[in-house]
């Protein structure tokens, strides 16, 4: 399993519009193969950052599944137009206790 984390940083006074967005957005992502959880986050000190984490059974699902598909392109045009700049996207696996 990976950890996919997104900082997405809002066009400020678009977050509430933004968040809308990704209620729609949400079933298109969590619907891809390989997609085990969904989740956004708000930032308190910086409410127009958000956090997306997705957890996937592999890299090559979140980029093969998810983003060389049309689900990428429908998910992006429901989210991207609120975006201040790029996201920052990375993936993360867990660390043996």
Same mark, same amino acid.
């Given at each position: 399993?990976?950890?996919?984390?997104?900082?997405?940083?809002?066009?400020? !006074?678009?977050?509430?519009?933004?968040?809308?967005?990704?209620?729609?957005?949400?079933? =298109?992502?969590?619907?891809?193969?390989?997609?085990? +959880? %969904?989740?956004?986050?708000? !930032? %308190?000190?910086?409410? +127009?950052?958000? %956090?997306?984490?997705?957890? @996937?059974?592999?890299?090559?699902?979140?980029?093969?599944?998810?983003?060389?598909?049309?689900?990428?392109?429908? @998910?992006? !045009?429901? =989210?991207? /137009?609120?975006?201040? !700049?790029?996201?920052?996207?990375?993936?993360?696996?867990? %660390? /043996?206790?």
């Amino acid at each position: 399993m990976v950890l996919e984390v997104a900082l997405i940083d809002v066009t400020p !006074g678009n977050e509430d519009d933004f968040a809308a967005a990704y209620a729609k957005a949400r079933p =298109i992502l969590a619907g891809a193969e390989g997609c085990r +959880s %969904v989740r956004m986050t708000r !930032g %308190v000190e910086s409410p +127009s950052r958000f %956090v997306l984490l997705v957890e @996937w059974d592999s890299v090559e699902a979140h980029d093969v599944n998810f983003r060389q598909t049309e689900r990428f392109a429908q @998910w992006r !045009g429901l =989210i991207g /137009p609120y975006f201040a !700049g790029p996201p920052l996207v990375e993936h993360f696996v867990d %660390v /043996p206790a």
